[in-house]
């Protein structure tokens, strides 16, 4: 018996060895990938035609989509940085999912709203429209009031009520810069390949001073651990994690917070998936399953120039709410487009991304917390030596490190938006900070959602928002 | 043994990680501190050419103080001359000037030169200034690069000839049309957006280029192009020539130029206009209803009565909002349509309705001489409450004046809630 177990404790040794390097190895690929990218990118963007394509009439209307639920603190300041854009022609939708407190109440007062009667088509099923509402003032302006039913919901009667072709989704308690529409729209404009959905750069908005709630007054890093954290990883994710596999076609995760969609295609895709807590990374799934389908070409691009800044969790209840939510939208999206998995009909989607998805991502958590237990239980039954153990966790420590430091550099050659010199100190800090002890209770929360999935328990988590800061850095 | 081998093995990853990551620190570091150099650097320079070339270019000597201005190619004063004059060029302020220094420092030659680099990026880095320089001499240096077969490329040099608006920039793309759109070389959209830049000066060209060419994605981008430029009887000639066009891409777009703003429809555009109310394609029936929207007739009016209830949302809602253009020629029509039992149709006329203002228009004749136009009046003005389209009336009973109207409306509400 005890041979047994020393044999298994062995074999998972050498698995824990294997997984691990392929992992790092992939993370190294597009690491690489990304670096070139981001690089060919900045160069590509001194001459891009962001100009042209602004004072063309030929420019699409975009509608902007905020679904608000109980967001009286930030609605207003969303709305006017929506309105605030510089595009052509575009609407904001914002459409209030059943708030219980004063969000509807305070958008009317604030944009002198009046109701108005609109036709509403369901082209996808949403749940009862109560009322529309809009104004002379701000005439780019819509509200729409609905029962509740869930942000997927909420942005699928956001679509129904645009009138744009494309729309473009944005969280209420976020803030997009004043060029991000336009960017986010140039490889549609600039594609010989459809562009079914793309995505920008979120950043993190705690810290930074707002001017008049629309401009970027002023970058800094906030105080609180926590964020710095998220600083650093928000970093890693967006600019060498989604660039990487952006450089691939192979895209399965844009952010719901800030990302733009032709809405016909979603439309016939069936729209956003009520029942999934990551409508977006499922919706982009479920995209590449359509067009993968109907055989004809499309494009599901991420570029690293346009950004929109969001708040985020402050204290380590709402972050794990969030993170809980995050992984178990990721289980829920594979498994409902499962039927993609290693058929080569999908191409890469189905014969490398899922995979990758599905023995990385989904059960890396697991994998990961197990591995802590089995390498202690190596190291306590003897077939794991003191030396050993160290330099394995020295080498999965370090490796970590390189990969905060590299997201942390890419920003550096690229955006700087980080100005001063104890920002560039403070985020390389965090960087190696972040892989003792934030990266594990990740790993918790993420293992959590396992359990949550594997016992049924799907409901959506929410995430409470504070309000950002304005010139003279209070919250409000 | 074995065990040795995984460790020596770990070690040389730990060495490894631990210099990439020292690595991409110092990088971060020394990077973050030269650049930060170069753009103090910069901002100075800027600061002292600034005024420099400004009072250089005012004094009107310019060849007397070039010199001042002259530097080595790539340093950093040269960069900082250089987006000096990019910003007079970019607020239009004395242009004549500026694109003659851009030629007389060197800039025009260098990025000339530039044009033969290897580098993809570092050549269309290189169209784009010239582009933006304005020196119509750099066209005959552009043109030959519209055959290379780099879209990237080719995107950029159209943009750029088409900052330079010189005649032998145009010609050059209308020519080269079938190549750059056929073989989707440049993005339709990107085309249409450079060509837009040569404004009323191109249609000479767009216009004269149809008579060889049959290719109705090209003829339809270049009605395209017609409907945005300034109006102009050539454009126009060439739309009702296309009116009958098989392709329903070319009709489409053929309509929207004699749709476009400025055009009086004449006679003969508008009986071959109004056929293409019935077109079997939707889009051409859109673009059709669009363009008739200024034939204030009552033989409009009937056509548009049947397109209220055509299969497409958008066609009906056009058709609705021509309808409350027509005025009093409308109310019959929208009469016997919001009678019918098509939900779908009647909504996107009351919607219209009330979007155009034309509820008002309808509310203000409930006090009409007419009894028969205050009877039609009143009647639409109840079947849209019963649709739930209310909002006119109710505010009118707040806001109106007219007692006679208010009365009139009072009435109507009370009866509505009867549904």
Known sequence: MREAVITFILGFNYFIGAYFGVMNTIYACLLVMSLFAILRHIQRIKYAPIGDFHASLQTPPVSILIPVHNEVNVVCKSVRAALACDYPLFEVIVINDGSQDDTLKTVIEKFRLKKIDRVYREFLETETVKGFYAGEETPNLLVIDKVQGGKSDALNCGINASRSPYFCSVDADSLLEIDALIRIMAPVLDSHVPVVACGGVVRVLNGVIVRDDVTIQEIELPKNRLVLFQI??????????????????????????????????????????????????????????????????????????????????????????????????????????????????????????????????????????????????????????????????????????????????????????????????VLLLYGVFENFGYRQINSFWRLQAIVNFLTGRTHWEHVQHKGRRDEKGEHR | MHDNVMIIFITIAIVTITLLTAAL???????????????????????????????????????????????????????????????????????????ALFHRLGYVDYYENRLGHRNVLARASAIDKLGKMGCLLSTSRLVPLLDTNNPEILSVTVRALSRLRSKEGLVAIIVRLPNLLG????????????????????????????????????????????????????????????????????????????????????????????????????????????????????????????????????????????????????????????????????????????????????????????????????????????????????????????????QAVRHLLASGADR
């Open chain 2, 183 to 406: 073989k989707s070389l440049v993005t339709r959209k990107a085309m249409e957006t450079a060509l837009l830049n040569f404004g009323g000066e191109a249609i000479p060209y767009l216009t004269d280029y149809r008579e060889d060419q049959s290719d109705p994605w090209i003829l339809s981008c270049i009605l395209e192009i017609l409907s945005l430029l300034p109006p102009d009887p050539r454009s126009l000639s060439l739309a009702i020539k296309y009116l009958g066009s098989a392709h329903p891409e070319v009709r489409s777009k053929a309509l929207k130029v004699i749709g476009s703003d400025g055009y009086a429809i004449p006679s003969q555009a508008a009986d071959l206009t109004l056929p293409l109310l019935n077109d079997p394609v939707w889009f051409v029936r859109l673009q059709a209803v669009k363009s008739v929207r200024e034939l204030t007739r009552e033989s409009t009016a009937k056509v548009l009565e049947k397109l209220l209830f055509d299969e497409n949302w958008r066609v009906r809602s056009e058709a609705a909002l021509a309808l409350t253009r027509i005025g009093s020629f409308a109310v019959d029509v929208f009469y016997n349509a919001l009678k019918t039992k098509d939900v779908y149709a009647k909504e996107s006329i009351c919607e219209e309705i009330e979007k155009t203002l034309f509820s008002d228009w309808l509310i203000m004749h409930l006090s009409d001489d007419d009894k028969t136009l205050r009877a039609k009046c009143y009647e639409i003005l109840r079947l849209m409450h019963v649709l739930g389209f209310s909002i006119p009336l109710t505010a009118y009973m707040q806001t109106g004046e007219d007692e006679r109207v208010k």
């Open chain 2, 25 to 99: 620190l110092l990088a971060s570091i020394v990077r973050r501190g030269w650049r930060g150099r170069m753009h103090r650097q910069l901002d100075d320079l800027r600061k002292t050419y600034r005024d420099g070339v400004r009072t250089a270019i005012a004094s009107g000597d310019i060849a007397n103080n070039e010199k001042k201005f002259r530097f080595k190619p790539g340093s950093r004063a040269w960069q900082a001359v250089e987006e000096v004059l990019q910003e007079l060029m970019a607020a239009k302020r004395q242009t004549g000037e500026v694109k």
């Open chain 1, 232 to 425: 650093v990883e928000y970093l890693r994710g967006f600019l060498f994690g989604r660039v990487g596999w952006d450089a691939l076609n192979s895209l399965l995760i844009l952010s719901g917070t800030f990302s733009m969609f032709h809405k016909q295609t979603v439309i016939d895709s069936g729209g956003f998936s009520v029942g999934n807590v990551s409508e977006d990374m499922e919706l982009i799934v479920r995209l590449h399953r359509h067009k993968r389908r109907q055989g004809k070409p499309y494009r599901i691009r991420f570029i690293s120039d346009p950004i929109c800044w969001t708040e985020v969790p402050i204290n380590f209840k709402m972050l794990a709410r969030q993170r809980r939510r995050w992984h178990l939208g990721l289980i829920q999206s594979i498994f409902e487009n499962s039927e993609m998995l290693l058929r080569p009909r999908y191409g890469i989607i189905g014969m490398v991304v899922m995979p990758y998805y599905i023995f990385f991502e989904v059960i890396g958590p697991l994998i990961e917390v197990t591995g802590y237990f089995v390498v202690a239980l190596s190291y306590a039954v003897g077939i794991l030596s003191i030396k050993f153990l160290i330099l394995f966790l020295i080498l999965a420590i370090l490796y970590g490190v390189f990969l905060s430091t590299a997201g942390v550099f890419l920003e550096e050659i690229t955006y700087r938006r980080y100005p001063r010199w104890r920002h560039l100190f």
